[in-house]
């Protein structure tokens, strides 16, 4: 199952190119939340740079669970407020040159409400078909549509593949799915198939090119 990360972060309150300069200049990423848990109500936040960067370079598959603890300036008694909120990370801006992350999109979710989630498909071990048979392993579908509490949300989705043969398929409907998680992409979807093996064309045996003679023209 996918890890519950924490963050820190700060609300944001000046918006425009100027303001996100100076948030990255001070070794910050401007991020956004917005989702189903709060409404729809979007908040602009900013995260240390070093610590995004740290979770994504751990990160296994592609939605990381995150505990993100929003500072929303001083309450009543003089102090900081920190409001927690559970959220997928939904969208990570790199730099096209340097790669380094720009912007993040998290989504709010509640642990006791369902979601939606695209998870990686992945083959484990080796096809009969390849292994013995010289067969090429095909995959067809990269991620499963799934639908489950955030707290049993997979990582990836691996499938064995061992017993596939040449010619046989796997189906949405044969993966094995953890506890608590339901497919949502339909079931007769191929996942993977063991296709013929590749016959290399023998060199020198296409007959040749038929030449055709001129006539005689009478020419000394």
């Not at 989702?35 to 370079?57: F, H, N, P, S, T």
């Not at 929003?70 to 959220?87: A, C, F, I, P, Y």
């Amino acid at each position: 199952m996918v890890k519950q990360l924490v963050l820190s972060a700060a609300l944001r309150v000046e918006r425009g190119r100027n303001a996100v300069k100076q948030v990255r200049a001070r070794g910050y990423v401007p991020a956004v939340l917005y989702g189903d848990a709060d409404g729809g109500v979007l908040q602009a936040i900013e995260i240390k740079r070093c610590e995004v960067e740290r979770i994504l370079a751990h990160a296994v598959g592609e939605n990381l669970l995150v505990e993100l603890r929003v500072v929303s300036g001083l309450g009543s008694r003089g102090k900081s407020e920190v409001l927690s909120r559970l959220s997928l990370i939904q969208e990570v801006q790199h730099h096209p040159v340097s790669g380094g992350v720009l912007h993040v999109d998290f989504r709010a979710v509640s642990a006791t409400s369902k979601i939606e989630v695209e998870i990686p498909l992945e083959a484990k071990g080796e096809a009969k078909g390849v292994k013995a048979g010289g067969g090429l392993l095909e995959q067809s579908l990269r991620a499963l549509l799934v639908e489950c509490l955030p707290q049993n949300l997979p990582e990836v989705i691996q499938v064995d593949v061992t017993t596939l043969d040449i010619g046989d398929s796997y189906h949405v409907k044969d993966v094995v799915l953890p506890e608590g998680v339901r497919s949502v992409t339909s079931s007769e979807l191929a996942v993977f198939r063991v296709s013929e093996p590749i016959t290399p064309t023998t060199s020198g045996s296409a007959s040749p090119p038929e030449v055709t003679k001129e006539k005689d023209r009478g020419f000394p």
